[in-house]
């Protein structure tokens, strides 16, 4: 990173921070501070809501992602449109007449304290567990571009986030969020042009295309249905929809950000424009990683992205065995050039023959390659035991911070760093609500001031960052991140939602019932999981349905409670 | 169960949520479908 870069990071991250704190000023009790007055229009519900689920991971691990494994992941976001549209006929109105400041505040009126209680336990564990992960996120890259290690670039992040987070509350949080969403589309369409542009003279946009479609990495619909797969019409659709319910209509941190909204109809109108712009919005960033997939067709990528597992081994007794490799991975990638040259070649010929040819060819050299990158990538773990020997996420920082001028490197780094500020507060804010609403002032000392009440909620933020900073001191084994933050929501979320819709749909079902159906659920899931009987998304359907027909059979078996 | 005045709360874009909501849907159905000849255009 040059002068101009850090510049450009500092003063787009500065200016973020003090306007936040700016529009938050003077704020007096725990409404202001968790709901934001519930006073903001529908453009502010929408971008916040945007915001608070595209963290740094998005624009960290999404193009990687694609650079890996091609578009595919698009399909994780099919069922989105259909959850917001029964959020804003069911959830919303719900919420919105009961006058909660949590989702499981409702629970206890239609259920009892114990149902309460387990939801909101399952909610903080799981979004105490994902807020770690997404706090991971931008340490990866202050740790890349600082050289240090990643354990204090954690602390450095995770305590840059709580003191922002502490002082503004809800409301800094969902201003900052919507000038974040701004800065981000604008740097990322820069990062888009850019990539087009770096592709030698005679290769545009649709060769750039041409070439991944031929490798492999456009392939963003799949109409096979197969449980197994995790990413394909059918598990977007259907599972996707049950993890958007649960994560929209009973995550709080995404509940948090719509009960802010002056009315139902700004709510409302929130969650629509999520709802039209997200899958376009997650297209063109899968889209960047592909075009860098493309520019690395011409341009010898690393043999392994993250740069300070190779600056380590570099200086380690496997430094020769790894340099070897290396330059067998240039000399590899160096011959495959020419195939991709001649599949543009070829292309704008119209030769189907010989595209079908250099496929192979190209197949071929891409599987010598692998040979070639796994041996490196053993030297890496048999120089560090502990090393994250997945670089996928570091595939799109690896080409910011090499290809891209200075001054748009400071600005994409500041994009990162700004979407990892936004979800991280969400997460948060929601954390120290829950955990306020939903235990502190039910089982604590009764008859607190509103001032005693805020500041517990600022000490609870405290130590909620706290937890997840040391859970992000574990999330570099989790693989790729955008997966892992959704397989771990996956887990927990398709119970949750059973229990609301159990709350909803199913009106004569007792407290004790949904408390129990829930807990076997639970289990049921987790072992699921362990057992890998499914991919991940068709566990929100599974969690969902379990806890429904659990809930309503032990309705029908346990003896009657009095009301 | 649901407080009628605010399920009521008539939409400010299309009229009603029932077109708003119509309008979600066939977007969906329109990106799926453009994706689609996007996936088999590139293959």
Known sequence: MSNLDWVVLCVTLLFIALYGMWKSRGMKNIDGYLLADKKLPWYHVGLSVMATQASAITFLSAPGLAYSDGMRFVQFYFGLPLAMIVICIVFIPMFKKMNVYTAYEYLEGRFDSKTRSLTAFLFLLQRGLSTGITIYAPSIILSTILNVDIIYTTFIMGGIVILYTVYGGTKAVSYTQMLQMGIIFSGLFMAAYMVVDMLPANVGLGDALHIAGKMGKLNAIDTQFDLSNKYNIWSGIIGGFFLQLSYFGTDQSQVGRYLTGKSVTQSRLGLVMNGLVKIPMQFFILLIGVLVFAFYQFNTPPVFFNSVEVSQIKESQYAEAFNAQEKLFEEVHQNRQQYVTGLVDALDADDETKVDEIRTALQASKAQEKVVRDSAVSLIAANNILADKNDSNYIFLSFVTKYLPHGLIGLLIAIIFLAAMGSTASGLNSLASTFIVDFYKRFGKKGRSEKSDLNASRWATVAWGFFCMIVALYAGKLGNLIEAVNILGSLFYGVILGIFIVAFFAKNVSGTSVFFAAIVGEIFIIFSAVFELTSYLWLNLIGCVLVYVFAIVLHEVLPKEEK | ?43
């Open chain 2, 1 to 43: 169960m649901i407080n009628k005045k605010e399920q009521e709360e008539k939409s400010p874009i299309l009229g009603s949520w029932r077109n708003v909501y119509i309008l979600l849907i066939s977007t969906l159905i329109l990106v799926m479908f453009l994706l689609y000849v996007f996936t088999q255009y590139f293959k």
